[in-house]
Nanobody
Framework: QVQLVESGGGLVQAGDPLRLSCAAS????????MGWFRQTPWKEREFVAS????????YDADSVKGRFTIARNNAKNTVYLQMNTLEPEDTAVYYC??????????????????WGRGTQVTVSS
């Protein structure tokens, strides 16, 4: 069974950085495109950032472009989301997900093969 476990969330002040990690197990990591999404009780799931299988192509949502960076280390079966200059609007539960053969652009639609359980990020003003 494939498992994805997010970590690194927490409570921070506006302007602070955070780095989220997503560790994968139960399969080979490299064939999967990876994505980060976020969700709140009052919003539908929102795409944040994505990475192709080898990390050569990435895509960021307009709301985080220039502030967030997705990266992956296939040797460690881990994908990261570096979040800088956090804003209160970034408050959400952040989920990582994978899609076999997924490209950076195609992952935006949110149709993924496996999802993690999420990690809470709260940004105070």
């Amino acid at each position: 069974q494939v498992q994805l476990v997010e970590s690194g969330g927490g409570l921070v002040q506006a302007g602070d950085p955070l780095r989220l990690s997503c560790a994968a197990s139960g399969r080979t990591f490299s064939p999967y495109g990876m994505g980060w999404f976020r969700q709140t009780p009052w919003k539908e799931r929102e795409f944040v950032a994505s990475s192709s299988r080898n990390g050569g192509s990435t895509y960021d949502a307009d709301s985080v472009k220039g502030r967030f960076t997705i990266a992956r280390n296939n040797a460690k079966n881990t994908v990261y989301l570096q979040m800088n200059t956090l804003e209160p609007e970034d408050t959400a539960v952040y989920y990582c997900a994978e899609k076999y053969g997924g490209g950076a652009l195609g992952i935006r639609g949110g149709t993924m093969d496996y999802w993690g359980r999420g990690t809470q990020v709260t940004v105070s003003s």
